[in-house]
Each structure stands twice: as structure tokens, then as C-alpha cells.
């Protein structure tokens, strides 16, 4: 049994060989109506193709579609017919140019089956048809099977799996399925009640393009009950703001949607980039068909583009030229349908609160468009959501919008400034965000297409009401549309939506790769499984757009499905890989063994998993850890043979992980106490010969062997107090110095652990890691928990630079920034940036929108050239600052994570941060 989603695919990839095929000579689509006859008439969707002809491998569509398994394997068996017809004279005669119907209809409860129909002369064209089907089913010269059925003779065959195919010759036609019951069902129509009949089929057959060499026709009766079918059944219930149980379920939702309209037809077209369908759909108002409350209403422009953030996974908008017409339709809609009186019930519970002529306040507000988009998803929990309304008149509107929260603050005896927050985005802007009482408010008003988009928080961006789903989904929103990240702004959405209509009365967008991590909960356990095993091609950047223009109610349709390119967005993103969970820890570029001149990615998420991701965004290895990993990972070459291993630990454990994410013998290494730093790795000699060195809750710092066993010969006892920061290894004059600081204390000791500078000075150290200071004089660079700057010389002298005050939770950090030989000093204190030389000249200063939270660091351009890198992670906004505070081109940049800078690809400087549950890989310009 073939499953919804692979018959699909397979019809897409059957009906783009035909058209390639059909290419190479002037083909006319030849209406064969007498074809339609034999069509189920509960067939949810058919496709009628010109002919069979041969399939060019270089076409870039289908070298895409070719990953899916499935794919391949038809296209085979096309190249396969390509060679039959060709060496076969008597095939080649009868078959070459024929058009054909492939249709599916359902068998049973819980099959989808494929019917192929196509015109048949006399006896010599059923034998070369028989000797091509003998071919294709590996069982050349083989006998068919026949029995009879209302006077027609139905012959099956077999493959060599032992699998039927049936097939008969009657009236002209030839009819070939997988299951016998559905040529008997073609029989009795050709004699009964068919398509020809329906009225909705022959107005959109009507239509379609003499040159058109594929043709899709969809049942939107029975359509919804084949998407059904690969749908997630599970019912599951929230608790809406009512207090009352809302149960949905996916499967029942989908049916739902029957009434949409009543039939469509779409010419397929293909070029280098994209697949295109368009045609007619046919609706009636007396059958309450939802594309018709657009009846009378003139095409407008789709403002999402500009008005919708460049990490949108998924919008669908509408436009309608008479608003009022609109919403009258509308309702007469809902009235002819079963959700009526519930709609009427929640719309006059929101009354209630809003005021008695709130629904007609909402609707005054509304110019000509409306808009509900997916931002950020993720397998778990719910996505971002965002609901947009192009307002009449933004004055009027916010006046009339704060009148209803005060009629709904008074209610609830609150008052309303309780209810508004300011809320900064950048650039020093902050906007008057409203906390909003019903968040289901666009699927109630709008209806279940609108459902999933979440109204709880509510503000005013030039022309528009914008609602978010979350505090923070609306913070991003602000902060995007500040920093102009819009979808315009994406280069492959830019360039695919640019084969749209200019026009439309309902546009949506899908980046089937963003929406990812939502297919396990839309989709069946089985199709979900499919779909995660061909993740490969969604990473692609598969698009997908639909468009609905009504004119003179006649409504047209336009599909597209393509392939984004790289770099596919403006803020130079090559790609992103989904981790499942947040990112948790610094991603760091690690040797490729299979590619030197490329670098592969080692992260953790917030599941405690590892994850190693290739230079192109592919998800090689996950594998669970104990715990998070403290500090660094370091590479090693434990058994110096160029094949290198993972070197890590949590508080538990030290592990040791090969390149193909298998423990090491031995390892992991479980601790007598808890680690309370980050394990560091030293190669003294560079004769990988390590020694790894951590520090533990009993206040010891041991050095270890590369096997994890204590060293003989490091005579280190304990700390004053523990160890938080890494242990480090200096090397000055030739001389080797392990050094590390407890709250009191720097400790700077030899190989055998024994004192090599003692350290008169004594100050309450911060928790920034020490740096060490090779300007002028080398020394040991420190600062105290108030921000005070200490130099510890390696002859035990010391100096003291005050550069200023800093609270106790201050970052700190030191480089030479410019290449003048004078440290520079990098201070972030809550969400301010400091740099000042050591003298405290301030060199720039930066204020961000929120408090950091995560450690600055320097990152080395040139020998005269070292920028600062910052996550704001709340903003999810990474920041890269010059020697003189400027920005480095192109930035920020979105992320919430630590980040690297490196060369991941060859020959590109990339910088790869988290961004969610994302792995994201840039391009710096």
C-alpha cells in the first residue's frame, strides 16, 4: 500500500517526465474528453498528460526532486519506458504520443490507489501496449491472467515481487490499476453518471491552455480526505481565555475544509527553478463555498513582504478592495455553516468585556488587508505567531483600540496602564506594547484559517495593528522591522515571490525548511518518518507559494515550487541546520578529516545533546551527554594519527568522543567530585603528548593523563576556594607557566605544579577568564570584581590600572584591538559596552537594548585589526565591533548564542552561531 504523500510525490515526478518529454516537439494538448468518462467521480484529485517521451537527467527541478527516493525510482522506471518505446517498433507506433489520465481514488478505509486511462485503437495496439507493461514489470513474454467482468475482459499480470496490475481494453480506452476494483468502477461509468456531467468540472475544463501538456484537476469535495490521510489524528485539548476546553484534532480540522469550492483545474508548467500551476477554480454561492465571500472584491497588493520579518516560516494574507462587502460575505458564510452560533458565542463573550460595539470597532480599523504568519518553530511548543491589520487611520485607530482595553479594564476593575509596557527595539526606540485579553481572537473573527495565529500582545507600527502570540515574539518583531530584516530583505524570498501576481485576494508563503520541526506534529508517526528521512531536500530551501485573484468572480489560481539559492538571505545567512532544541552551548569549528580546507561544527543543545554538523548545514552525529559541558571542547590527537578526537566534560564526566561520535576506550571518565571548570588541554611539546587539567568541588586541581588517570608528579594540593574559570598554560621565555585563580588568589605554578611566581597582590578576582598580556613587558592580565585592571609580571611585580567602576557581574576581557601595542580593555556591564585603552580613554561605548548575559569576545581579522563580538540573546542580535565602534558590515545579525569565526567553507569567512533551536552559518561580507 502506497501511502497519500508518496502517490503524490510520485504523480508530481510522473507528470514532470511527461512534460520534459513532450518538450522536445511541438505537442498540442489534445482534449480526449471521452477520457474523462472512465475518471472516478470520487477521485479527490487526476492529473491528464499529452504523452510518453523520455526524461532529460540535467533538468534542475527534478535533479532536486531526485533525492526523495521514491523520485528516483520513477524516474527509472520512466527511463526504463523511454528505452522500451524507443526499441520497440510496435510499441513506439502506438504509445509515443499518447495522452493519458492518472487518477487516484480510494479503496477501502485506508487506501489511495493510482488509475491510468488513455485511448486504445484495436488489437495490435493491446499487444505492444502488453509487451511494454511486460518490460516495465521485469517479466517480458509473460501470459496475463483474465477473467471477465460486465462483458469486458480484464487481464492481470504480475511483477517480479509477485505484486498484480490489472488492466482492461473497452470502448476505446484502456484502464490500468494496482486494484482490480477501480477498472471495474471506470467500467460501470462509462455506461452511468460521470464527470462530463458535473457542471463545476466542464466550466473549469473549459479552460485549460491549448499548449498546456500537464493538467491537474482537484475534487475539493474529496480532496481534504486524501490530505487527511498522512495527517496527525491525535486530539488535544488547551484551555482557551473563556475557561473553556478547546479540542483540536488536525485530521477532522482538514475535512473541514470541503467546502472550500468545488473544482480546479492547473496548467503545470516547469523552468530552471521553479514549478508553476495555474488555472480556474469553479464555486457556488448557493453551495456556501468559502472563496466566494471574495465575490465582487478586486485584487490588491500583499504588503507581508515588507511588513513581516525576515525569519517568517509561513503567512497567509488577504486583501479585499470593499471592506464592507467583505465582512458581509463573510458572515453570510458562517451562517450557512455549522461553526455559526459557536462564532456568535465567543464573538459576544469578547463584547462583553470590549464593549457592545467592539466587533464593529475592530472592523472600522481594517483598511483593505489582514495577515497571520509563523515566525520561529520548533518541535515542541508553541510556535511564534504574529496577526497583522493595515489600518484605516493610525490616530483614530489607537484612540479607538485603548478605548476598548479601558472598557475591558474597567470590567475587570484594573487599571488600563497596567496593561501597557514600554518595550525597547533598538536604536534607542521603544514602542507602547498592550497586553491583549483574547488571544484567540483572529480565529474567532476571521475563522479556522486564521486559528493558529495567537493575539496576547498588541502594538502600533506605522500603518498597522500588530498582534504577537508572546512578549518576546513581539520584542524580535520590533527589533527586526528597526533593523529592516524583513522578508524583502531575504534574497530567496525576493526572487521567488518575483513570478508571482502582482495582485491577489489571498496569498500564502511556506519555507517548507523553517516549518521543519512542526511535521511531527502535523503529520502521521509514518509520513513524519518519510518526511525526516528526505531532510536533505527541505533544507534546500524549498518554497512554496499560492495565490487566489478574483476577477469579475472568476477565481484564479497560481502555485510555485522552488528551490532557494545560496546565500539564501541578504544578511549574508548560507544556511541553517534544526538541532530539535536550543542551542545551549558556543558552536565550535572543528577539523574536517574528509575536506582540510573546510571545517565542521560541534554544539550542544538544551537537551544536553551533541550535535556534529558539516560545512554545508548537514547534521552528521547526535549523541547524549551526561549533563552540560563546561567550558571548551578541545580537539586532541590521542593516538597521533591525524584522526582527531573531542575532548569535554560535564560535572560528572570526562569524555573523549572520535570523530564519529563513539566513545574513546576508556572514557567517559567518572569524577570522584564534581568538576567545577571547564577541562583544559595542554600539548606542552607539540608531540601530542597532552595533559588535561580540572579543577573539582574538593578544591583540587589535577592534572590528568590522556587516559584520565591523576599524573605522577604534579604535587599542586588544593585552593583556597574553588576554581570557576579555566585552568590556562602560558609560554614565556621559553619557560611554562600553569595558571589559575580561585576568588582570592592567582596561582601561577610550573609543570609539577610547584610555585613558579608568587603573587604578593591579593584582590577579589571576577569570573572572567585571565588573559595573558604579550605588549611590551609580558604579564598576566586580571581585573576584580569591580572592574579593576591587574597586571601580575612574571617576575612577580605587579601594577594597577583603574579604568573605571563595573558591578560585580561585569564581563571583562583584553586585547590589542588596533595593533598599536597598548591593550585595549573590554568591559560590558549590564546592557552597556565599554572599551577604553589602559590609561581609561575611552576608546567607544555602546548601549544595547537589553542586559547582556553571555561573555564578549575578540576576534582577529589582521595583525592591526581585532573586532568584539556580542550576543544580545534576548534580542537575538549578534553585534561585531571595530577598533573604532563601527560595526562590521552587514551586522547585527540574528542569533542568541556564543558564536566562532572562522573559515568553515574554503576560501569564505563564516561566523556560525545558534539561533533557537538553529544552527545558523554566515557569510561575513
Known amino acids: 500500500m502506497k501511502r497519500t504523500l508518496i502517490i503524490l510525490i510520485v504523480a508530481l515526478v510522473a507528470v514532470a517526465a511527461a512534460y520534459i518529454l513532450f518538450t522536445k516537439e511541438e505537442v498540442v494538448f489534445s482534449k480526449e474528453t471521452s477520457l474523462y468518462k472512465a475518471v472516478p467521480v470520487s477521485a479527490p484529485v487526476f492529473v491528464e498528460v499529452s504523452s510518453i517521451r523520455n526524461v532529460p537527467p540535467e533538468n534542475p527541478v527534478l535533479g532536486e526532486l531526485s533525492g526523495f527516493e521514491i523520485v528516483g525510482n520513477i524516474l527509472q522506471k520512466v527511463q526504463q519506458s523511454e528505452k522500451a518505446i524507443s526499441e520497440g517498433k510496435e510499441i513506439q507506433g502506438s504509445w509515443a504520443k499518447r495522452p493519458l489520465i492518472l487518477a487516484f481514488d480510494f479503496v477501502g478505509e485506508d487506501k489511495i490507489q493510482p488509475v491510468i486511462i488513455s485511448k486504445i485503437r ?111 489524528a491525535k486530539t488535544t485539548g488547551t484551555t482557551n481565555e473563556f475557561g473553556e476546553t478547546v479540542k483540536t484534532n488536525l485530521r477532522r480540522e482538514l475535512l473541514d475544509t470541503k467546502n472550500y469550492a468545488s473544482w480546479s483545474e492547473l496548467d503545470m508548467r516547469f523552468d530552471d527553478e521553479n514549478i508553476s500551476l495555474a488555472g480556474i477554480t469553479a464555486a457556488d454561492d448557493s453551495l456556501n463555498h468559502f472563496v466566494t465571500v471574495f465575490s465582487g472584491q478586486s485584487p490588491g497588493h500583499c504588503d507581508a513582504g515588507r511588513i513581516l520579518p525576515s525569519n517568517t516560516s509561513f503567512y497567509l494574507g488577504i486583501t479585499f478592495s470593499d471592506r464592507d462587502l467583505f465582512f458581509k460575505n463573510l458572515l453570510e458564510f458562517f451562517r450557512l455553516s455549522n461553526t455559526f452560533y459557536k462564532r456568535e458565542e465567543l464573538l459576544k463573550k469578547i463584547e462583553r468585556r470590549l464593549g457592545p460595539d467592539s466587533r464593529e470597532t475592530l472592523k472600522a480599523m481594517v483598511k483593505n488587508e489582514v495577515i497571520a504568519a509563523l515566525t520561529d518553530v520548533s518541535a515542541e511548543g508553541e510556535p511564534g505567531s504574529l496577526f497583522i491589520i493595515n489600518l484605516n487611520s493610525r490616530k483614530n485607530s489607537q484612540e479607538n483600540f485603548e478605548s476598548l482595553l479601558q472598557n475591558y479594564a474597567n470590567s475587570k476593575k484594573i487599571d488600563l496602564n497596567s496593561l501597557i509596557s514600554p518595550v525597547p527595539a533598538g536604536n534607542g526606540k521603544t514602542f507602547r506594547v498592550y497586553e491583549f485579553p483574547f488571544p484567540s481572537l483572529p480565529g474567532v473573527w476571521l475563522g479556522g484559517t486564521f486559528k493558529f495565529a495567537k493575539a496576547r500582545y498588541a502594538t502600533f507600527y506605522d500603518d498597522y495593528l500588530v498582534f504577537a502570540s508572546s512578549q518576546k515574539v513581539m520584542q524580535e518583531y520590533l527589533a527586526d522591522m528597526e533593523l529592516d530584516y524583513t522578508l524583502d530583505e531575504d534574497n530567496n524570498y525576493s526572487n521567488f515571490i518575483s513570478s508571482s501576481e502582482g495582485k491577489a485576494n489571498i496569498s500564502a508563503y511556506a519555507n517548507i525548511d523553517r516549518l521543519f520541526p512542526l511535521s511531527t506534529r502535523l503529520f502521521n508517526a509514518e509520513t513524519g518518518k518519510k ?5 536533505d531536500t527541505w533544507q534546500k530551501s524549498l518554497l512554496l507559494g499560492w495565490q487566489v485573484v478574483c476577477e469579475k468572480n472568476v477565481y484564479f489560481n497560481a502555485f510555485n515550487l522552488g528551490f532557494g539559492k545560496q546565500p539564501s538571505k541578504s544578511d549574508g545567512r548560507l544556511w541553517s541546520c534544526n538541532l530539535g532544541a536550543e542551542v545551549a552551548t ?4 572543528v577539523e574536517n578529516a574528509d575536506n582540510p580546507a573546510a571545517k565542521n561544527i560541534i554544539v550542544q543543545d538544551e537537551d544536553n545533546r551533541l550535535h556534529l554538523v558539516s560545512s554545508d548545514g548537514k547534521l552528521l552525529w547526535t549523541i547524549p551527554v551526561s549533563g552540560r559541558i563546561m567550558g571548551e571542547i578541545h580537539e586532541v590527537d590521542q593516538f597521533r594519527n591525524g584522526k582527531w578526537q573531542y575532548l569535554f566534560n560535564t560535572r560528572e564526566k570526562l569524555y573523549l568522543i572520535d570523530r564519529n561520535g563513539n566513545n574513546v576506550a576508556g572514557f567517559p571518565v567518572t569524577f570522584e567530585s564534581p568538576a567545577t571548570n571547564g577541562v583544559s588541554a595542554f600539548d606542552y611539546d607539540n608531540n601530542h603528548k597532552y595533559r588535561y587539567f580540572l579543577a573539582f568541588e574538593n578544591r583540587k586541581v589535577l592534572a590528568l593523563d590522556q587516559n584520565g588517570k591523576p599524573v605522577n608528579g604534579w604535587n599542586f594540593d588544593k585552593t583556597e576556594s574553588a576554581v570557576t574559570t579555566p585552568v590556562q598554560h602560558f609560554r614565556v621565555n621559553n619557560k611554562d607557566y600553569i595558571v589559575f585563580k580561585d576568588a582570592g588568589k592567582i596561582y601561577i605554578q610550573d609543570r609539577r605544579g610547584e610555585t613558579r611566581v608568587k603573587t604578593p597582590v591579593k584582590f577579589e578576582n571576577s569570573n572572567n577568564p585571565l588573559v595573558l598580556g604579550m605588549n611590551a613587558t609580558p604579564k598576566i592580565v586580571a581585573d576584580d570584581k569591580n572592574g579593576t585592571v591587574h597586571y601580575l ?53 555602546e548601549k544595547l537594548g537589553n542586559e547582556i548575559n553571555l561573555a564578549p569576545a575578540i576576534y582577529t581579522f589582521s595583525a592591526r585589526q581585532k573586532k568584539v563580538g556580542i550576543t544580545d540573546s534576548k534580542n537575538k542580535r549578534i553585534y561585531l565591533f571595530g577598533p573604532n565602534g563601527n560595526q562590521h558590515n552587514g551586522f547585527p545579525v540574528r542569533g542568541n548564542s556564543q558564536f566562532s569565526i572562522g573559515p568553515v567553507q574554503s576560501g569564505q569567512l563564516n561566523l556560525v552561531a545558534g539561533n533557537d533551536d538553529e544552527l545558523v552559518c554566515y557569510a561575513l561580507k
Open 122 to 232: 484495436n488489437a495490435d495496439e493491446l499487444e505492444g501496449f502488453q509487451k511494454l507493461l511486460g518490460e516495465l514489470m521485469g517479466n517480458p513474454g509473460q501470459e496475463p491472467a483474465e477473467r471477465k467482468y460486465s462483458g469486458h475482459k480484464i487481464f492481470s499480470v504480475k511483477n517480479a515481487e509477485g505484486k498484480n496490475l490489472s488492466y482492461c481494453a473497452a470502448r476505446g480506452l484502456i484502464l490500468l490499476s494496482p486494484e482490480a476494483i477501480l477498472i471495474e468502477k471506470g467500467l460501470r461509468q462509462l455506461n452511468s453518471e460521470n464527470l462530463t456531467d458535473i457542471h463545476n468540472f466542464n466550466k473549469v475544463n473549459k479552460t485549460v491552455a491549448s499548449d498546456t501538456d500537464v493538467a491537474w484537476y482537484i475534487n475539493h469535495e474529496r480532496f481534504p480526505e486524501l490530505l487527511a490521510r498522512v495527517m496527525n
Open 531 to 535: 518526511l525526516e528521512s528526505l531532510r
Open 586 to 589: 558556543k558552536p565550535q569549528l
Open 793 to 845: 609580571y612574571f617576575d612577580g611585580k605587579s601594577a594597577e590600572k583603574n579604568v573605571g567602576g563595573f558591578g560585580a557581574g561585569h564581563f571583562f576581557t583584553a586585547g590589542d584591538l588596533d595593533g598599536n601595542n597598548i591593550p585595549d580593555f573590554v568591559f560590558i556591564d549590564g546592557n552597556k559596552l565599554e572599551v577604553k585603552d589602559e590609561n581609561g580613554k575611552m576608546l567607544y561605548e
